[in-house]
């Protein structure tokens, strides 16, 4: 969670610098400033984020494939 969701903007000098904003509903997308979250949350991330709880639900039990469908989720959304 190293690079915003909105802006792809990450730091430099600490590559593996966590992101600490992140949706408070979904837990799955991080976000470099409240800014970036509200415009990701106005532009697509309210259509994808319903999809990213269900498919996340249960942490305990997510493996590879429940991984790959919410990259391509991602994907699909915002490319509407």
Do not use: G, P
């Not at 408070?24 to 532009?43: I, L, M, P």
């Amino acid at each position: 969670r190293t690079v915003c969701e909105t802006c792809c903007k990450f730091d430099t000098k600490d590559i593996a610098k966590e992101l600490t904003i992140c949706c408070d509903s979904c837990k799955e997308v991080f976000y470099c400033s409240q800014e970036c979250k509200d415009k990701a949350w106005n532009t697509w991330h309210y259509l994808e984020c319903t999809t990213f709880r269900t498919l996340m639900k249960d942490k305990q039990r997510v493996d590879k494939k429940t991984e790959m469908l919410v990259c391509l989720a991602k994907m699909m959304i915002r490319l509407i």
